[in-house]
């Protein structure tokens, strides 16, 4: 499948603001962060900015970006509109729940509530996107088990290190968040480890011979039906070389797991201004590693539809 | 709204010949040549005349070979929508763009309502939908539906453009809700079956399997003695005297 720019830069943007606010909503309540004015101005700031901008630019590879208000329309069949009634949702608890931490400094009781609240409908949302890949039976290495747990742990690791990031800065690190940064960096490593074990050993029913229905053989592409490539080629037909994708996920297993793992855990033990150097280091690490790894969904994705092009399996 | 109906009163789909297709591309460039003028106008061309052409074309004929040396055979294969019962094209879009009509099960785009979020193509195993980025808006195969309920135009012609212009008859449309139609007829005499089955999308369109091939001369009654001459002509004499009473 085609990497497209704005809709990977929209998967991990919002990612990482869903899985900042859902941690800001349990543990504010809980009284594991600093309930405090422009500690909330800047985390809210982050998170809020994080996932307007992801769903901004999820609009901009529409070919009618002005019609992108219907994209709610369907919600009882299509987990993109589902996506896209969860995130506007959110925003209600999320900002009422924001309101009372900036304006009144508090996260007791319903306000306490509405954090709780904001993080069910920031998983929910988070979910919805994962669904949206997570249910094409098109693509085999999309429809799997794996889709929706490394959207939810990427997204709560990230958030987790953009978290502990703004805490150091703050001077008020919190050994809970990076808790939830270890333990969510380590689970999402194992899952795309065996993701990715998963999409080397298995392919799909489907063949160049169900494709075609033909008997007596293998099946090849003799001839092909257009000499250039067309919407479904530049579309569906990108796939990235083996060594590539070799180094590429080597590449995403460091930048996004092992560095800020080990950058985590040195904050916890260096003094105050090396640890907020090394946890700032962190989230950006981590969000660099996942935006390689969502490139390579992308690109490691082989679509049915290339089995009438010449693929003889997918 | 891009919720299936539970069932479709009629069932139109066409009918693909793969034993007499010639590969000819003629229902291919009438399906063009119609279209870019029908509903789903115009089928974009980019730079048709560059070094890159591309453009927006609801029907393609492959050609593949199947099989290995002796017993190995071309088939030319036309693939366009196959306006399946239960395709996900129709249940991920989210505006409602994309739906299944209840009276004919043709599937088709509202180009007013869709956003070009290239989901539903996405959804298609088939390759049917393709994208104009002209228009910003996704395009697929109508069934010609401004064909075949068009009152101006011969009821013989009341058929899809492909169907139409194929000069070999491999295409045939019909309604599949009725055993009794021309289209439910070929699918149970020849064998007719799906394309991708296991991905559960219940295509309506069916298409024919070659027929068995004849591979020597003797499949198609040729005398034994004539294969195989009793007269040992190795023998240069013999040889001689064969041709000899051959002329």
């Known amino acids: ?314 | 709204m891009t919720s299936l109906p539970a069932s479709t009163e009629k069932r139109l789909g066409l009918v693909i010949d793969l034993d007499i297709c010639v590969g000819c591309q003629a229902c291919v460039t009438n399906c063009k040549e119609w279209n870019t003028g029908g509903h789903s106008a115009p089928l974009t061309d980019l730079a048709p005349y560059g070094a890159k052409v591309d453009g927006v074309w609801f029907n393609r004929v492959h050609g593949f070979e199947v099989g290995e040396g002796k017993k190995s055979r071309t088939v030319h294969f036309p693939r366009s929508c196959l306006h399946c019962e239960a395709p996900d094209c129709v249940t991920v879009c989210p505006t409602g763009a994309s739906y299944k009509r209840s009276a004919d099960g043709i599937v088709l785009v509202d180009h007013d309502k869709c956003i070009g979020c290239k989901l539903c193509s996405w959804a298609c195993p088939y390759g049917a939908r393709e994208y104009d980025p002209d228009a910003g808006v996704m395009k697929k195969c109508t069934l010609c539906i401004d064909r075949i309920y068009n009152e101006h135009l011969e009821s013989h012609d009341r058929v899809p453009a492909c169907v139409a212009t194929c000069p070999s008859r491999a295409r045939h449309f019909g309604d599949f809700a009725d055993p009794l139609s021309n289209v439910s007829k070929l699918v149970l005499d020849r064998g007719g079956y799906d394309l991708m089955p296991e991905i559960g999308y219940k295509p309506t369109n069916k298409y024919l399997p070659p027929r068995p091939r004849r591979t020597d001369a003797r499949e198609v009654g040729a005398e034994r003695a004539y294969l195989e001459p009793d007269i040992d002509l190795a023998n240069p004499l013999l040889r001689w005297v064969n041709q000899l009473l051959s002329r």
Request: with cysteine; aromatic share 10%; charged share 10%.
């Open chain 1, 1 to 314: 499948m085609h990497p497209a720019f704005s809709v990977i830069f929209f998967t991990t943007a919002s990612g990482l603001g869903y899985g900042m606010l859902a941690l800001l909503g349990l543990m504010g309540p809980a009284g594991a962060l600093p309930i405090e004015r422009w500690f909330g101005v800047t985390a809210f700031g982050l998170s809020l900015a994080a996932i307007s901008l992801g769903l901004l630019a999820s609009t901009f590879h529409l070919g009618h970006p002005e019609r992108a208000w219907r994209a709610v329309a369907q919600w009882r069949s299509s987990w993109l509109a589902r996506e896209g009634v969860m995130a506007i949702a959110t925003y209600v608890p999320a900002g009422l729940f924001a309101l009372g931490w900036v304006v009144l400094e508090t996260s007791g009781g319903a306000w306490g509530g509405l954090g709780v609240l904001a993080a069910i409908c920031a998983g929910l949302t988070v979910a919805a996107t994962s669904l949206i890949y997570r249910s094409l039976k098109t693509i085999h290495q999309w429809h799997n088990g794996f889709t929706m747990p490394a959207y939810l742990l990427l997204g709560l690791g990230t958030g987790a290190l953009a978290l502990q990031a703004l805490l150091h800065l703050f001077g008020e690190p919190r050994a809970a968040v990076a808790a939830v940064a270890l333990g969510a960096g380590l689970a999402g490593w194992a899952v795309k480890w065996a993701y990715w074990r998963f999409i080397d050993e298995s392919r799909a029913r489907s063949t160049a011979e169900t494709a075609t229905g033909l008997k007596g053989g293998r099946v090849r592409l003799l001839d092909p039906p257009h000499t250039q490539d067309n919407f479904l080629l530049k579309e569906m037909g990108y796939r990235v070389a083996r060594n590539h994708s070799r180094r590429l996920r080597l590449i995403a297993q460091f930048a996004g797991f092992a560095l800020p793992l080990a950058l985590t855990v040195a904050a916890l033990t260096l003094p105050t201004l090396p640890a907020a150097m090394a946890a700032v280091l962190a989230a950006l690490s981590g969000g660099l590693g996942v935006v390689v790894e969502r490139w390579l969904f992308f690109a490691e994705a082989r679509h049915a539809v290339t089995l009438f092009y010449g693929a003889s399996t997918v």
